[in-house]
């Protein structure tokens, strides 16, 4: 395992002459190979166990984690909970992370809160968020080829090639929902498991159910 700490890389920003928020690290080539999108491991996991992204995202109020970390060449970017936009992680905090590899890449911010990466493509972060849950949430109807990921999100063959992205931010909550979907229109879905079969409902404006659209039980192995 090796680990490396914002401690030398803000020296090099300062003994640059560059302002504290922004750190170069040109002379810290190791620093390159954790650029990318971090999600928090608590998160992570209650994801993967529940298949549920929606849970994942109800946390407690008391959490000191931020929901996504973007580490650029020059910054650490952040957002703490709705995934509309990213701000710089103040100068104060980054000094006190830490990166780490060990078969993936890791980072533990000032609160001890550790990080794993999911991506490599900080240009796209909402896409490559998006595609990471929809890997975990859908990853048998995947497999069995009942969808199929695209640049916008994904289609569903059997539903004439609609068009679905993922609603990574929301302001809704619905019962036993796993995923909030949109189409091209901007109209608003759910997705739900049960015992196996994946629902797709449409949503009214005030995040009710409406008739279920598309549903798919998986395939005995």
């Not at 490599?120 to 069995?144: C, G, P, R, S």
């Not at 929301?170 to 796993?178: I, M, P, R």
Request: charged residues 25%; proline residues 2%; glycine residues 4%.
């Amino acid at each position: 395992m090796k680990g490396i700490s914002f401690y030398l890389l803000l020296l090099i920003g300062l003994n640059n002459n560059v302002y504290p928020q922004t750190l170069d690290c040109d002379d810290y080539i190791d620093y390159y190979d954790f650029i990318g999108v971090y999600l928090p491991i608590e998160q992570i996991t209650i994801l993967e166990e529940t298949k549920n992204y929606i849970l994942s995202m109800n946390r407690d109020k008391d959490y000191n984690y931020y929901t996504i970390l973007v580490i650029t060449r020059n910054a650490i970017l952040y957002d703490d909970y709705n995934y509309e936009s990213c701000r710089s992680v103040p100068v104060w905090e980054i000094i006190k992370y830490k990166f780490e590899y060990n078969n993936d890449y890791f980072v533990i911010d000032n609160n001890g809160n550790k990080y794993k990466k999911i991506s490599d493509d900080i240009e796209n972060w909402h896409q490559a968020l998006e595609n990471y849950v929809t890997n975990i949430v859908m990853k048998e109807l995947l497999v069995q080829g009942e969808i199929i990921l695209n640049e916008k999100g994904f289609i569903i063959p059997s539903l004439n090639n609609k068009q679905f992205g993922v609603m990574i931010y929301f302001y809704g909550y619905l019962e036993n929902a796993s995923l909030y979907l949109v189409d091209e229109s901007g109209n608003r879905y759910a997705l739900e498991i049960k015992d196996n079969e994946y629902i797709i409902y449409r949503l009214s404006r005030s995040w009710e159910k409406n008739a279920t659209i598309w549903s798919k039980k998986l395939k005995e192995s």
